[in-house]
């Protein structure tokens, strides 16, 4: 890291320098140490009304030294505003963070990157569905976006990992504070297969109200943003205002108008985003995107079933069943059921969730 850094860093933990106004700064100077060689009426050419501002940066004194050692031991890269590898769609927001906190790398390829966000408290079919856009969307290029919050946040990430993709999580806190605590693996497996990226500096806990800020960057550095599941209250819609001020695509996915958590993706697809039921669906709003250049999707499986296992299976719906239903439809002994079931598990077509209640998998 070198001292220009270090002095922005510096410059940015005085108290009522605040994020706009440093901004400014970096914009107009480029190189804080210009603030020390030049005097008053030199730095006021460069910004006229910030003589108060150069006055209060050249006899405030603070030791960062400790600050410095935590973003050794931390394995913390640092990011300005006013370098040149800074990333460009987040360069181009307007409101751009004037310093980034990461762990892991930015590569060239996550110029092709989708968010996908919703519920914490997702649904089975919000979850089925996030990992169904996840996996499509990781298996033709793209880097998926998210703000490593519980739920459909959770599964985007892991999805892309388990795909070997590439991942992206702006967080709420300092990079040296897991939230939620639980994520601490996830984070870390992130951290190898993409980039954890927070604006705020070390030692920031979770509040409230660092998310609506930290949203605009989850849609500023996509492409466009996947609305899986919300609420009608739902913080997932300040990244939605964030994404059209920005000029992104918004998608939804379309949900049961008597479950909660759909009631704000469908209120969405209302005011105009778009209803979407498949990758293509998103491909076709970038233009610009030559899709012969994608690698093709896997191939679905092909599994030679039984009679009975295909009658067992096509009786399968896409929401759970409990074995009793499964039994009821089919009309054949618990016993056979039950072994058909085990079968069909092995080969990977349904999976067994808890309370004995059975579901298709999802397939590629």
Not at 35 to 52: A, G, N, Q, R, S
Not at 262 to 276: C, F, H, R, Y
Not at 319 to 346: A, G
């Amino acid at each position: 890291m070198d001292e220009r850094t270090l002095e922005w860093i510096k410059i940015s933990l005085i108290e009522s320098i605040g994020e706009k106004r440093l901004r400014m700064l970096m914009v107009a100077l480029k190189d804080p140490f210009l603030i020390y060689e030049k005097d008053i009426d030199e730095l006021t050419t460069f910004l006229p009304k910030f003589e108060k501002i150069f006055k209060q940066i050249k006899k405030t004194k603070i030791d960062i030294t400790d600050y410095k050692k935590k973003l050794v031991d931390y394995d913390v890269d640092v990011l300005t505003l006013a370098d040149q590898n800074y990333p460009h769609l987040l360069r181009e927001i307007g409101n751009s963070p004037p310093i980034l906190y990461i762990k892991g790398n930015f590569k060239r390829d996550d110029d092709l990157a989708i968010a996908i966000v919703g519920s914490r408290t997702a649904s089975h079919y919000g979850k089925r569905q996030a990992e169904k856009f996840t996996r499509s969307l990781v298996n033709i290029g793209f880097t998926i976006v998210s703000g490593m919050a519980r739920g459909i946040d959770t599964i985007a990430h892991q999805v892309a990992i388990n795909e070997g993709g590439r991942t992206i999580a702006f967080l709420g806190s300092g990079i040296d504070v897991v939230y939620p605590r639980e994520n601490k693996k996830l984070m870390n497996n992130i951290i190898k297969n993409g980039v954890v990226v927070s604006e705020f500096p070390l030692g920031t806990e979770p509040v409230a109200t660092n998310f609506p800020q930290r949203n605009r960057l989850i849609s500023g550095i996509s492409l466009g943003i996947v609305v899986v599941e919300a609420t009608l209250k739902s913080g997932t819609f300040i990244t939605v205002k964030w994404a059209l001020e920005q000029g992104k695509e918004v998608f939804s996915v379309p949900g049961d108008i008597y479950r909660e958590t759909s009631l704000g993706t469908n209120k969405l697809i209302q005011q105009g985003a778009k209803l979407i039921i498949d990758v293509d669906d998103i491909i076709e709003e970038f233009p610009f995107l030559n899709r012969k250049d994608f690698a093709p999707l896997p191939p679905a499986k092909e599994i030679e079933l039984s009679n009975s296992e295909k009658k067992v299976f096509d009786s399968m719906k896409e929401s759970p069943l409990l074995i009793d239903n499964i039994i009821e439809e089919i009309n054949l002994p618990s016993s056979k059921v039950l072994s058909i079931l085990l079968s069909l598990e092995i080969k990977g077509l349904i999976k067994q969730l808890p309370g004995k209640r059975f579901i298709k998998e999802e397939l590629r």
